[in-house]
């Protein structure tokens, strides 16, 4: 089995304190700036692009995954939010579960369509556990795969979902907090996580701010994505202050 990039975002983590990852929506509404926004991503301590959507409004996704594979300087990295966006120009997938939510279709049912084409086009898949927690305010993933989040203050609901994750054999668990949110991931959620389980978390959804970042890295965090901020103000002074505080090991 492949795991190039997992390897990859295991020593980052390791060598700086937790790996950076940028979150693109690969939807028209990033169409007038995807060149920009490249060149500062490149130009910027980031180690992971990811890219995906809950709903992608046209018919261009793939034309703007091969530009984003084009001109990516880090790994890009299918976030599946569904398999109509799936291409070959992805260096590896999350193949990811909605496991905090009880509609079959996400627990299993995409995976299982997903799979032969997957197998064909020999990607390398990170087996990721996602466990969505209620945000504040309804995230389009909460509606577009029709489950509950997980409740902003149940720290054990989350841990016995992580665990139930590790035992399972996933390779990473995702903290998601939804694009967007005004509450992130709480840093006591990811610390109890992080401490009572051996499975790497990525943690995403509503860090906007590199206090907000270096936070949830110290506390357990392995992987740190932002998507919302980088789209609304890709400046490089902004992805580097980020990059800087997830990898809060690096010597300056
Ligand atoms: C969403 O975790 C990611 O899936 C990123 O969230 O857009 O709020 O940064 P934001």
Redesign the pocket.
């Known amino acids: 089995m492949k795991d190039q990039v997992y390897q990859t975002i295991m020593t980052t983590a390791r060598e700086k304190g937790a790996a950076y990852a940028v ?1 693109i ?1 690969p939807d028209r509404k990033n169409d007038h700036h995807l060149a920009t926004l490249m060149e500062n991503i490149n130009a910027a301590e980031v180690d992971l692009i ?1 890219v ?3 709903l992608i409004m046209d018919a261009g996704c793939r034309q703007r995954v091969a530009q984003i594979k084009e001109k990516a300087r880090p790994p890009v990295v299918f ?1 599946p939010g569904g398999l109509s966006q799936l291409s070959p120009d992805f260096d590896a997938m999350l193949f990811m579960s909605i496991i905090s939510g009880r509609n079959p279709h996400y627990l299993i049912g995409e995976q299982v369509i997903a799979a032969p084409v997957v197998r064909d086009l020999d990607m390398e898949t990170i087996a990721t556990a996602y466990l969505l927690i209620d ?1 504040g305010g309804s ?1 389009a ?1 909460q509606f577009m795969s029709n489950t509950t989040p997980i409740p902003i203050n149940r720290v054990d609901i989350a841990l016995a979902h992580a665990l139930a994750a590790q035992y399972l054999g996933f390779k990473m668990a ?1 903290l ?6 005004k509450q ?1 991931v709480p840093e006591g959620m990811v610390r109890q996580v992080a401490e009572a389980t051996e499975i790497p978390l ?7 701010t590199a206090e907000s970042a270096r936070e949830r890295a110290e506390a357990g965090a392995t992987v740190i ?7 609304e103000q890709a400046d490089r002074g902004l992805l580097n202050d980020l990059a800087a505080a997830v990898h809060y090991r690096e010597q300056r």
């Open positions: 979150l929506d990811l995906g959507g809950s976030f945000g995230s993933v995702y998601e907090a939804g694009s967007g949110a992130a990525i943690v995403g959804g509503g860090i906007r994505v932002t998507g919302t901020i980088i789209e």
